[in-house]
């Protein structure tokens, strides 16, 4: 904890209330557009997460936390819908690697887009140099807490990590 010199504590309340009240914006938006793709929130963290390439279910366990059985019911239903794929590896059959099909990728694409759309407009009013300090500071505490890449790759995007 930030400590003053007093040993007291700073009273941060303001910033607790800004990142909350942030966070349930932006899932509220989140959670608007999955609605119109007929995806449930989980759903559409695991389909961004293998929107750019495959990946393996050990891998996508550590980053969605989610348990192994939780996630084989995810992907279980996900590919019922005809969205995404499993596959084992020639090479070691223990390894199951998860990708989208082509209608997941179609759909993936949209509600990416729809998302991004939605959040940049939320931001879309500050001063270019306000919005660059926002994303710089998110960055940041991404980093600093090693949040894994759910949306999107902000290094993939030429952006270097804070």
Same mark, same amino acid.
């Given at each position: 904890?930030?400590?003053? *010199?007093?040993?007291?504590?700073?009273?941060?309340?303001?910033?607790? /209330?800004?990142?909350?009240?942030?966070?349930?914006?932006?899932?509220?938006?989140?959670?608007?557009?999955?609605?119109?793709?007929?995806?449930?929130?989980?759903?559409?963290?695991?389909?961004?997460?293998? &929107?750019?390439?495959?990946? *393996? +279910?050990?891998?996508?366990?550590?980053?969605?936390?989610?348990?192994?059985?939780?996630?084989? *019911?995810?992907?279980?239903?996900?590919?019922?819908?005809?969205?995404?794929?499993? !596959?084992?590896?020639?090479?070691?059959?223990?390894?199951? +690697?998860?990708?989208?099909?082509?209608?997941? &990728? &179609? %759909?993936?694409?949209?509600?990416?887009? !729809?998302?991004?759309?939605?959040?940049?407009? %939320?931001?879309?009013?500050?001063? /270019?140099?306000?919005?660059?300090?926002? !994303?710089?500071?998110?960055?940041?505490?991404? +980093?600093?807490?090693?949040?894994?890449?759910?949306?999107?790759?902000?290094?993939?995007?030429?952006?270097? /990590?804070?």
């Amino acid at each position: 904890m930030d400590q003053r *010199g007093d040993g007291t504590v700073p009273d941060n309340s303001g910033i607790s /209330a800004a990142l909350v009240r942030l966070s349930f914006l932006v899932q509220r938006l989140y959670a608007q557009a999955c609605s119109r793709h007929d995806l449930s929130p989980a759903q559409a963290q695991l389909m961004c997460v293998i &929107k750019d390439q495959p990946r *393996g +279910m050990t891998e996508l366990t550590h980053m969605l936390g989610l348990e192994r059985p939780g996630l084989t *019911g995810l992907a279980d239903r996900i590919e019922r819908r005809g969205l995404l794929r499993r !596959e084992v590896r020639p090479n070691d059959r223990r390894t199951v +690697m998860v990708s989208l099909t082509r209608t997941g &990728k &179609k %759909v993936t694409e949209a509600f990416y887009a !729809e998302v991004t759309a939605s959040l940049q407009g %939320v931001v879309a009013h500050l001063p /270019a140099d306000e919005r660059q300090q926002f !994303e710089e500071t998110a960055f940041s505490i991404i +980093m600093a807490e090693q949040v894994p890449a759910i949306f999107g790759d902000f290094e993939a995007a030429g952006r270097s /990590a804070v």
